[in-house]
């Protein structure tokens, strides 16, 4: 009798409980729903189109005038490459050019044509033209991707290679904010392209949205919750996923820019998280000891931008309201583009590899303050 | 087709579909109640982990007061690297270069106190190189209501009368002065009885850790997704009701204002409300009803009123946004308080409009070259 009532007691206490769950799940969904409903579809932010080997690729021959706000203007050559002047294939007589390969950062998400690291360059080492082959969003096996397919058709002598901490966290997906990319891995010892070609992708787009509504699920909050959730444990679980990948890469690159007569050096963008010592400086201390180790050159802007007095750092990225189109804030202001210009242009004259490449400058021009125009 | 073999067709369908439809609601069940026992979990152990806030460190328990600045605090690197707190022997923030006589005090809360910035960073300290001789004192506390603001200055100041008092408010502060608990912790609370303004809960009982945990407790059950659904029923929305609240309690808050205004005016001092406008007020909202109110309160008792929200909204986004700490650091978070940038903002701009008034600038001395309204900000901080 007294067992049966405790079995009893126990049954009503599961379901009560069953129900419970159930009532606070529904709950759960119900508001998730709400979210996913209030989810204005953002499209196509990344003027791109469909591209089977990249994922996509900016839209060719745009004249955007105001596109990020006012005077701030978008315009793209024939292959969807950022300009800020008409480029031609060739390259006339004695000068010299530099491909800027990277993500939003390098392609200058938020400023306008002439305002972006890869334009001011130009201001920096006179005789220097530069071509933009970023892409926004692309993460490092994108932009190596595009360098190899389409980099020969423009010759250069000088490939500078941007890239930011998440580009490498890029390499570890096969869609980034709703546009589905390729993903490279190594077999073999050799790097093999999956996922290739790349799924089409609308251009109208929630998918990304709901996936980070539905990543805040309480499930997923509570499997995240079992598992280390620090930067160094991301960064980590990154890193040994695509770093042999991305260590490749860069190697391949140094092949193709030797076949092509080119000088390539990596160039890591320093984000505003990176103004003060973080985890992000492990990943710097590998790249770092990679680029010693297999003499590839790299320019790494995060020790300069922390010798950047605090007050002045906040006028060198785009704050969060300053301009109202997706995806702009956080990277580089117009100042914050001039300064990693001025940056790199000191850094490249360092580099005892490019001596041979850059063109020779008057030195006065280099000792040049801050000053930039229109910022 | 005959009869029979339609009756099998029809029952086949029929139990196709209930088959189909038992598949579909125990998938979405089981979503549900996987969903909802993770709800559960997360819930629980946050309820279990829940512990009794500590005071901030700069601060001590009052019997009054709920808590004041402790007296001569050093806290190194306190707000994060390079960045001190110091109070000094009455428990004020420190303000370099300011004498043993003040002739203008601050209060308020932490948007006074300058949470998350140096000693020389606080507005009110910066306003000192604003006017030629002036010595201020930041009586700002952190987390104050308005109530504890003007119970600190009415019990702390009576032997030095300033020539100037800024009486700061925030939407934040105007909300505590409606609550008798600050997370848990019992805070004084003002009502007027027989016509007068008393504070009906002194001495306060010391929160014991039992029931500073329960409220923690109690907290984290609002992370319940029933309790967030709950909540956006007007009925039982917290926002709805921290206004009711507010609007409930106006009347004491105008009294207080009144005394306010009385005490300062026996004591010679000239008394100046100032709204502080936080992230909450860059754009318009329920909030600007409250600010309102204030004005029309100050007009009353013919107490100047500056509110900074016109300024701050007219600021570009960019230079909006960098007024505000948008950060979280690793010894707290003080994100939406006033950065280095945003404090000598408030400073300028209060600077200018006090000097724009007759009676307070003549009370406050010549302003100084503009050039030297405020010391320049090198540890000014990007977050």
């Known amino acids: 009798m007294g067992r049966t009532l405790l079995l009893r007691a126990l049954a009503i206490i599961v379901v009560l409980g069953v129900l419970l769950a159930g009532a606070e799940g529904a709950a759960s969904v119900w508001l998730m729903t709400q979210e996913i409903r209030a989810i204005r579809p953002t499209e196509n932010f990344r003027q791109a189109q469909y591209d089977t080997l990249l994922g996509w690729i900016g839209l060719p021959n745009l004249r955007i005038a105001n596109n990020y706000g006012p005077g701030i203007h978008l315009a793209t050559n024939a292959d969807g490459m950022r300009i800020h002047k008409p480029v031609t294939a060739e390259l006339a007589p004695g000068t010299r050019r530099a491909i800027c390969s990277g993500d939003s950062f390098a392609f200058g998400s938020g400023v306008a044509d002439d305002q972006t690291m890869c334009a001011y360059l130009e201001e920096q080492v006179p005789g220097l033209e530069t071509l933009n082959m970023a892409q926004r969003g692309f993460g490092i096996d994108q932009a190596y991707l595009w360098y190899k397919r389409d980099g020969a058709r423009y010759p250069h002598q000088l490939h500078l290679f941007a890239f930011i901490w998440n580009d490498f966290e890029r390499m570890a997906l096969t869609s980034f904010t709703g546009y589905s990319k390729p993903m490279l891995k190594l077999r073999d010892g050799r790097l093999l392209t999956t996922n290739m070609p790349v799924p089409r992708w609308s251009g109208t787009t929630k998918a990304y949205e709901i996936q980070n509504v539905l990543a805040r699920s309480r499930l997923f909050a509570l499997v995240r919750r079992a598992g280390d959730q620090s930067d160094e444990a991301k960064l980590r679980r990154t890193d040994t996923q695509v770093w042999s990948v991305a260590e490749s890469v860069f190697t391949d690159l140094a092949r193709l820019n030797a076949e092509r007569h080119s000088q390539l050096v990596l160039v890591y963008l320093p984000t505003l998280t990176e103004a003060e010592a973080g985890p992000y400086d492990q990943r710097r201390r590998t790249l770092e000891a990679f680029s010693k180790r297999t003499g590839i050159a790299l320019v790494d802007l995060t020790p300069d931008l922390r010798a950047v007095p605090r007050d002045s750092l906040d006028w060198l990225f785009i704050t969060a309201n300053q301009i109202p189109v997706h995806g702009s804030s956080g990277h580089y202001s117009p100042r914050g583009n001039h300064w990693a210009a001025e940056r790199l242009a000191v850094h490249l004259r360092e580099l005892p590899a490019l001596s041979a490449v850059l063109p020779p400058t008057d030195a006065t021009h280099l000792a040049g303050g801050a000053s930039g125009r229109n910022r | ?383």
């Open chain 2, 1 to 383: 087709m005959t009869g029979p073999r339609r009756q099998r067709d029809r029952g086949m369908l029929r139990r196709v579909l209930i088959g189909t439809a038992i598949v579909v609601t125990a998938t979405v069940g089981t979503i549900f109640v996987l969903e909802g026992a993770a709800s559960l979990g997360i819930v629980a152990l946050d309820v279990l982990r829940a512990h009794a806030p500590a005071l901030r460190p700069s601060t001590r328990a009052d019997s009054v007061l709920a808590w004041v600045g402790k007296a001569n605090y050093r806290g190194a690197n306190a707000f994060g690297r390079g960045i001190d707190v110091s109070t000094d022997s009455a428990g004020r923030r420190f303000t370099p270069g300011a004498g043993p006589n003040a002739s203008l005090v601050c209060s308020g809360d932490s948007y006074v106190f300058g949470l998350g910035v140096d000693d020389a960073h606080p507005w009110c300290a910066q306003l000192q190189h604003s006017f030629t001789g002036l010595s201020v004192s930041n009586l700002g506390q952190l987390d104050y209501g308005a109530d504890q603001s003007f119970l600190l200055y009415e019990r702390d100041t009576v032997l030095g009368a300033p020539r100037v008092h800024l009486f700061a408010i925030t939407a934040s502060s105007v909300e505590r002065a409606a609550t008798r608990q600050a997370v848990g912790r019992e805070k004084p609370f003002l009502a007027v009885n027989q016509g007068r303004l008393t504070v009906v809960n002194a001495p306060l009982d010391r929160s014991s850790t039992t029931s500073l945990r329960l409220a923690a407790m109690w907290r984290a059950l609002d992370e319940l997704q029933l309790m967030r659904l709950l909540r956006q029923q007007p009925r039982f929305s917290r926002a709805a009701a921290t206004r009711a609240q507010v609007n409930d309690h106006w009347p004491v808050f105008t009294r207080m204002l009144g005394e306010l205004a009385a005490l300062d005016s026996s004591r010679g001092t000239a008394l100046a409300l100032v709204y502080l406008p936080s992230s909450r007020d860059r754009r318009k909202s329920g909030l600007d009803a409250w600010r309102d109110t204030l004005a029309a309160d100050a007009a009353r008792l013919h107490v100047p009123f500056i509110d900074l929200t016109p300024e701050l909204r007219g600021l570009r986004p960019d230079s909006a946004d960098i007024a505000f700490i948008t950060s979280p650091t690793d010894v707290g978070p003080f994100v939406g308080q006033y950065s280095d940038v945003g404090q000598t903002w408030v400073a300028r701009t209060l600077a200018a409009r006090l000097a724009a008034t007759p009676d307070l600038a003549a009370r406050l001395g010549s302003a100084s070259h503009p050039s030297n309204q405020a010391p320049p900000h090198p540890a000014a901080r990007s977050r």
